[in-house]
């Protein structure tokens, strides 16, 4: 198996302890995720989303801005996707 440098990096910070090991050994997910299209230009400030979780704590969701072209940005989601699981790769 081939790994670019970007997924060993990954890994390295897993093993040193920046990625909870846990997150690999969940048998199942709960991916957060929302979508919402405006003419670009419309927002003007965006904030992290705040969860609560059942443990008690909060966590956040950073949100991101996509713009172009409908193609630009189904591109670039894709990309965004595919390198948000390179942060999991053992999922």
Same mark, same amino acid.
């Given at each position: 198996?081939?790994?670019? @440098?970007?997924?060993? *990096?990954?890994?390295?910070?897993?093993?040193?302890?920046?990625?909870?090991?846990?997150? %690999? *050994?969940? @048998? #199942?997910?709960?991916?957060?995720?929302? !979508?919402?299209? =405006?003419? $670009? +230009? $419309?927002?003007?400030?965006? /904030?992290? @989303?705040? =969860?609560? !979780?059942? #443990? +008690? /704590?909060?966590? /956040?969701?950073?949100? /991101?801005?996509? $713009?172009?072209? *409908?193609?630009?940005?189904?591109? &670039?989601? *894709? &990309?965004?996707?595919? @390198? %948000? %699981?390179? %942060?999991?790769?053992?999922?």
């Amino acid at each position: 198996m081939i790994v670019d @440098a970007r997924t060993l *990096r990954l890994r390295i910070r897993c093993v040193l302890g920046y990625i909870p090991v846990k997150m %690999f *050994r969940m @048998a #199942n997910l709960t991916l957060i995720y929302g !979508l919402r299209l =405006l003419p $670009e +230009g $419309e927002v003007t400030e965006i /904030h992290d @989303a705040t =969860l609560k !979780l059942a #443990n +008690g /704590h909060e966590a /956040h969701v950073t949100m /991101h801005v996509l $713009e172009g072209s *409908r193609e630009d940005i189904e591109k &670039q989601l *894709r &990309q965004s996707l595919d @390198a %948000f %699981f390179d %942060f999991y790769p053992e999922i």
